[in-house]
């Protein structure tokens, strides 16, 4: 008799019920009210930790009047009082509510193997606990938890504060567990932990975002709910079916650790151990050191789990720290170089054709080198492939084009040909020779890399790599045992490289006998004997040792250079800290490339003062006296070719 007098008193006074009876939901699921100009309204909820379980909702709807209970800012609970036909709602009473905490949404059961939630599922074994409607999903502020498994409801108790184990008598405070139907229809009990003693007892894996957070568009960890950690997504993780608990929180600025490009394995104990390609050995962290994690990534085409690693590590080496910013000044003066020879007309003859195209080429191998080495932890497999095969290419054109200009040179002032001769008259079919083997041949030999790359036809030990350790071919660092850099870069440009020191010393014997001559015919006659025709040879070999100083001391620079590139292609200067250093000096006098070419083909008078002439809010420096003299002279040596040449 008194329980229905009870009831009754309840109706009358529409006193709202919390547990038990459920109250009716002022607005729809998935809705909480807001206030807006003094006004309360439905809204959605954007808070997808907080969730409800109603039955009645949308109480608002109905133009009756009563009460309802509701969501409201700071996620408060209150009962508002409604007057259906005026619409007129306010704030009745503010309630001190525990949310139910559910490790996942509603309508999500637990999957205990990936620690997420799966969609569907029978969650009836819950309803035993559901003290009231509101819930709050996962543990977020948790850094490591660990879940156990109950295949009874009646082995625990929920109180007010807090959660009971029955069998034991271990007791845990509210907001420090969460509980959950499994997919196998069983219940899972989620904890925090209150330190790293929990992973002596059982494998701990980390995890980058907290609970219930992936990344999206990026390093940034958002609320998914749904996704944990899928240990099979990986082939570097030892026992991926065993049990384990998680450490949450690594944050954002990780790069994903390719395990084609890096050579790590986590072993059963949750202990991360990753080969240093510095020390040739293999580095033990602990379970507890944040040197890896694991998350779901979604952003563009990568929609998967993966393991990220904090950017220190792995380092990237200090050779290539350094020597990025030399490439990229060496990318600076090869633009200004590139841009002084398409402003000047008279500088594109045939030598400043080709000197152009080196400078091209070699702009863009310093480029894609610079490129990779700023985004080498960052770049996808097939981002990282294409950019080696363009960084081969680009870099056999930089040689190539530098072999044409020793031929060049040989052919036009190491043979007997003079400077009236066919040879001026033929130089775009010269030109054109050159390109198409400048240019062609290194595409079509790329080309050939790029097929026996793609099938399995050379043996291993020759099969060419690129991208799996390095955006470039690999070497017999990163690949053991395998010479394809050998054969397909060090064979090719070494012989080029021979031939344009035999080159060198044709022109140079050449240039020396026919200088010999000369001074035997001064000795013959007197100085103001000379006639027009010698001082015109005179010149003309004068330009030639002038043009020959130049190509060699570029020739001298990248001889250097490709020298220790064949060294360092055979031998790891990563060995020792001296011969680290030694790689990291003339590593970076190789990229100064651009820096050399500037100075010793743009930083010349004649070519300050022919800009001026092209920009006249430049203006020329002022010659020296000496300087003006040796102008005039050579005015007369144009003066009398004219002369000469008047009939």
């Known amino acids: 008799m008194k329980q229905e007098i009870t009831f009754l008193i309840i109706l009358l006074f529409n006193i709202p019920l919390i547990s038990g009876n ?13 206030e807006q100009n003094s006004a309360y ?30 969501l409201y800012s700071d996620n408060k609970v209150a009962i508002f009082s409604v007057d259906g036909p005026i619409k007129n709602i306010s704030i009745k009473q503010n309630i001190e509510l525990e949310y139910f905490p559910k490790c996942c949404p509603v309508g999500y059961t637990y999957n205990t193997t990936l620690h997420s939630c799966t969609n569907g599922g029978n969650s009836d074994i819950l309803n035993k606990f559901l003290k009231n409607d509101f819930i709050e999903i996962g543990l977020v502020k948790c850094e490591i938890i660990s879940d156990e498994i109950s295949n009874s409801a009646d082995d625990i108790r929920i109180n007010e504060n807090q959660i009971t184990f029955l069998k034991d008598g271990r007791t845990i405070q509210n907001g420090r567990y969460c509980i959950d139907a499994t997919s196998d229809k069983k219940l899972v009990i989620r904890t925090c932990e209150e330190n790293s003693e929990i992973c002596k007892k059982i494998r701990c894996i980390h995890k980058c975002c907290n609970d219930g ?143 152009l195209s080196y400078s091209v080429s070699t702009l863009l191998f310093f480029f894609l080198l610079s490129f990779s ?10 981002v990282c492939r294409i950019m080696g095969f363009s960084s081969v290419l680009a870099s056999i054109w930089s040689f190539t084009w530098l072999h044409i200009m020793c031929i060049d040179i040989w052919f036009s002032f190491g043979t007997p040909r003079t400077l009236t001769g066919p040879l001026q008259k033929n130089e775009w079919k010269r030109f054109i020779q050159y390109s198409l083997y400048g240019w062609l041949l290194p595409a079509l030999w790329v080309l050939m890399i790029v097929l026996f790359n793609i099938t399995s036809i050379l043996p291993n030990r020759i099969h060419p790599y690129v991208g799996n350790f390095k955006c470039y071919l690999e070497n017999n660092d990163t690949q053991p045992g395998n010479y394809a850099y050998l054969l397909f870069i060090t064979l090719p440009l070494l012989v080029q490289q021979i031939i344009n020191s035999i080159l060198f010393i044709k022109t140079i014997m050449y240039c020396l006998k026919v200088k010999a001559e000369i001074e035997k015919m001064n000795d013959a006659r007197k100085q103001t004997d000379y006639n027009a025709g010698k001082e015109r040879s005179q010149e003309y070999y004068n330009v030639i040792f002038c043009r ?63 800009i001026c002439e092209r920009i006249p809010i430049l203006k020329p420096r002022k010659t020296s006296v000496s300087s003006s003299a040796t102008t005039q002279v050579s005015m007369h040596h144009i003066e009398d070719n004219k002369r000469e040449k008047t009939p």
């Open 22 to 34: 459920r109250h009716v939901k002022c607005c729809k699921s998935n809705q909480r009210i807001i």
């Open 41 to 70: 309204k439905c809204d959605n909820n954007t808070n997808k930790r907080i969730q409800d379980n109603f039955k009645n909702t949308n109480f608002l709807s109905s133009n009756s009047t009563g009460t309802c209970i509701e």
């Open 213 to 355: 957070q992936s990344f999206i568009n990026g390093p940034n960890c958002v609320d998914t709910l749904r996704y944990g950690v899928n240990l099979h997504a990986s082939n570097s993780i030892e026992e991926p079916d065993e049990p384990f608990a998680i450490i949450h929180g690594f944050g954002s600025g990780l790069y994903v650790l390719n395990e084609n490009k890096y050579n790590f394995t986590v072993d059963k104990s949750g202990a991360y151990i990753s080969y240093q390609n510095k020390t040739e050995s293999f580095k033990y962290h602990s379970v507890l050191e944040r040197s890896y994690c694991m998350e779901y990534a979604q952003k563009g085409e990568m929609n998967k789990y993966a393991l990220f690693a904090e950017p220190s590590k792995p380092k990237l080496e200090t050779k290539f720290a350094v020597t990025r910013w030399v490439k990229i000044l060496s990318c600076i003066f090869l633009i200004l170089t590139i841009c002084v020879y398409l402003l000047l007309p008279k500088m594109r003859n045939l030598f400043g054709k080709i000197l």
């Open 373 to 382: 080495q700023f985004y080498y932890n960052t770049t996808s497999n097939e």
């Open 548 to 610: 020959l100083g130049l190509i060699m001391k570029l020739a001298v620079i990248m001889g250097v250079s490709f020298l220790f590139e064949t060294i360092s292609s055979m031998y790891n200067f990563q060995k020792y800290t001296v011969t680290s250093y030694i790689e990291v000096v003339w590593d970076t006098i190789n990229c100064l490339q651009g820096v050399f070419i500037f100075i010793i083909f743009i930083c010349k008078k004649k070519v300050y003062d022919s």
